[in-house]
């Protein structure tokens, strides 16, 4: 295996343009890492900015100059993307010659043999690669993208989670962590389980937002039935409703509590507080800045065209969006 910590490695970022691959690009660059974004349509990219290579799950025919020279690989499942498709992958991208494998997985993959992150999990288990798996939660930047109108336009934070505890990761918090396990040792075959550093009621979040942006948030538990018919009538897809409300389900019954330390072990401080990432956050709720202008003003949200729903919601604009929403 080659030494993690020469610069001259180059990381191919799936997902590049997602919530957490946007934060990961920048981080890698930062370090002085060579990075190659994967995308499906990929642009002339600046001096100074990473290269840009063709990628596409569905055409192998990609793979191959995607995967020349690269050493590490941040993997990220795209939504409904076809599993044996994605092993497929996988398996070519180590074959000519990536020894590490990052892969962003959901909390509690673990407990679930039949979700697609876990069949992945299991496969890189059983590959010559080392891995790490980050299973993270509930991103909190679903609340700046995909709840952000209820919240602009309501003061509500509107979702069907009953009296269910989440414990709310910042995305950034998780692409800090992948750029740790992608450029320092130590990080071999382990399994992260990445949640913010406490699990809140969705009652108990509205009154941080309160309190962080001056005006009274509520929550109004709707019921499930209240959630899709608001959600519908915003004329999203039939399909994310199902999804967004099989998420809260979860939540509901009083399986997205879980809190670990793993953030802070990784990266030697504590995880964002949700009080934080509001402040940081705050335009996203302003009902005086337009809802069109709102989710891209605020700071490194990497929020995309196409919203990949689970517990974590990483959305990529192009074609590999990540959703822990789980």
């Not at 997902?15 to 957490?20: D, E, I, Q, R, Y």
């Not at 389900?249 to 879980?258: D, E, I, Y």
């Amino acid at each position: 295996m080659g030494d993690r910590n020469d610069p001259n490695n180059t990381v191919l970022v799936t997902g590049a343009t997602g919530t957490v691959g946007t934060t990961l690009t920048e981080l890698l660059a930062e370090y002085g890492r060579s990075v190659r974004i994967a995308t499906r349509t990929p642009a002339s990219a600046a001096a100074d900015e990473p290269e840009s290579v063709r990628f596409d799950f569905e055409k192998p025919e990609t793979w191959g100059r995607a995967f020349e020279g690269v050493d590490r690989l941040f993997l990220l499942l795209p939504p409904g993307g076809d599993v044996a498709r994605a092993r497929d992958a996988v398996d070519a991208a180590i074959r000519v010659g990536v020894d590490h494998v990052v892969f962003l997985s959901v909390l509690g993959a673990n407990r679930n043999p039949l979700l697609p992150h876990r069949r992945i999990e299991r496969h890189l288990e059983q590959s010559d690669a080392s891995y790490t798996f980050l299973r993270a939660s509930f991103f909190m930047q679903n609340l700046a993208e995909v709840h952000a109108v209820d919240v602009r336009e309501h003061d509500e934070l509107f979702v069907p989670a009953g009296e269910g505890r989440t414990s709310f990761v910042d995305a950034r918090d998780v692409a800090a962590v992948a750029a740790a396990a992608l450029t320092e040792p130590g990080h071999e075959n382990q399994r992260y389980d990445l949640t913010g550093r406490e699990a809140l009621t969705y009652d108990e979040a509205a009154q941080v937002f309160s309190e962080t942006l001056g005006r009274r948030i509520t929550y109004p538990n709707p019921s499930p039935f209240r959630f899709a018919r608001r959600t519908y009538g915003r004329d999203e897809p039939l399909g994310f409703v199902v999804v967004m409300l099989g998420i809260y389900t979860v939540a509901r019954l009083g399986f997205s509590g879980r809190v670990t330390d793993d953030v802070e072990r990784v990266l030697g401080r504590s995880p964002t507080s949700l009080a934080e990432f509001v402040d940081d956050y705050r335009e996203v709720w302003d009902s005086s800045v337009s809802s069109a202008s709102s989710p891209e003003s605020a700071p490194g949200t990497g929020l995309g065209a196409e919203t990949d729903v689970g517990a974590n919601t990483d959305s990529d604009s192009d074609s590999d969006t990540d959703t822990n929403t789980r």
